[in-house]
């Protein structure tokens, strides 16, 4: 049988958590942590893995309506994007405001 953790639970989460919105790689945060670095890796691995979504899992409702405005929002830029490319023969048909190329 292991012995006892010398860490509790919420000391694990805080160093995990200052792991991961630490611009500072795993290894620097546990130097600052006093902590080995293979533990605190293990520790930022296991959570990530508890936390991660199952391939192929729903959508929950946050992420279909954010989707749902990505896309509204792509073809709305798309008709912009087309419009722009369309506005030159509009605005000047002859291109006489180009400069001569020769």
């Not at 959570?47 to 749902?68: I, M, S, V």
């Not at 030159?88 to 020769?102: I, K, M, N, S, T």
Request: proline letters at 10%; aromatic letters at 6%.
């Amino acid at each position: 049988m292991a012995p006892p953790s010398k860490y509790t639970p919420e000391f694990r989460e805080e160093a995990v958590q200052a792991a991961l919105r630490s611009s500072k790689t795993v290894s620097e945060t546990a130097r600052e942590l006093e902590l080995n670095p293979e533990t605190l890796r293990g520790w930022v691995k296991k959570h990530r893995k508890q936390n991660e979504p199952a391939a192929g899992a729903p959508l929950t409702l946050d992420e279909r309506a954010r989707l749902k405005e990505q896309d509204r929002r792509i073809r709305e830029l798309e008709m912009e994007n087309s419009f722009l490319k369309k506005c030159p023969a509009y605005v000047c048909p002859e291109r006489r405001w180009l400069p001569d190329p020769g």
